[in-house]
């Protein structure tokens, strides 16, 4: 299995192809719904985001609290086609790697490709063992937001796969297709 950094740059998302099982490390930004249409919102009125967007992975999820002896309880990705309305914006501000769970709608996975952008899916039902992969877990913005605030994450061999690469690869195609 391939290890992958989040900051792997455009060369490390070039060499990715759809179907591949990686192990995922490094920062991600991690929200859901709200946070999602928050961003979408402050981007169409020309404000900036409380992350660099450029180069930046966002995962489609939201920790649970932690228990004791832990930085994160449960972390699993949320379906990503309800964030679909909102991810334009932020594929146009830079962002270059999504994960979540699902396909994407056409539109998303075109621009994508046209953004030089990836889209990994993260199998759903494991929550409980992603939060394991989790090496740290901050609040980065929007409290008022609570379970659904904006959140730095830092994964370590975080498990995944490849469901759009830059080729035009498509997992959910591909499985269709067998």
């Given at each position: 299995m391939k290890r992958i950094d989040t900051e792997c740059g455009s060369d490390g998302l070039e060499k990715l192809e759809a179907g591949e099982t990686l192990l995922l490390?490094?920062?991600?930004?991690a929200c859901r719904d709200r946070a999602h249409r928050r961003m979408a919102e402050l981007?169409?009125?020309?404000?900036?985001?409380?992350?660099?967007?450029?180069?930046?992975?966002?995962?489609?999820?939201?920790?649970?609290?932690?228990?004791?002896?832990?930085?994160?309880?449960?972390?699993?990705?949320?379906?990503?086609?309800?964030?679909d309305a909102f991810t334009?914006?932020?594929v146009e501000a830079g962002v270059r790697m999504?994960?979540?769970?699902?396909?994407?709608?056409?539109?998303?996975?075109?621009?994508?490709?046209?953004?030089?952008?990836?889209y990994l899916a993260a199998a759903g039902g494991t929550a409980a063992l992603g939060g394991g992969c989790v090496d740290s877990c901050v609040v980065a913005a929007w409290e008022d937001l609570g379970s659904e605030a904006l959140y730095r994450i830092v994964l370590?061999?975080?498990?995944?796969?490849?469901a759009l690469d830059l080729h035009?690869?498509?997992?959910?195609?591909?499985?269709m297709r067998k």
């Open positions: 490390s490094g920062a991600v930004m981007l169409s009125r020309g404000m900036t985001l409380p992350f660099e967007p450029r180069g930046a992975a966002l995962f489609y999820a939201a920790p649970t609290p932690a228990p004791p002896g832990r930085v994160c309880g449960a972390l699993g990705p949320t379906t990503s086609q309800r964030m334009l914006p932020l999504f994960i979540g769970k699902g396909p994407r709608s056409p539109l998303v996975t075109s621009s994508m490709a046209a953004a030089g952008a990836v370590r061999d975080y498990p995944v796969f490849v035009g690869g498509n997992l959910f195609e591909m499985r």
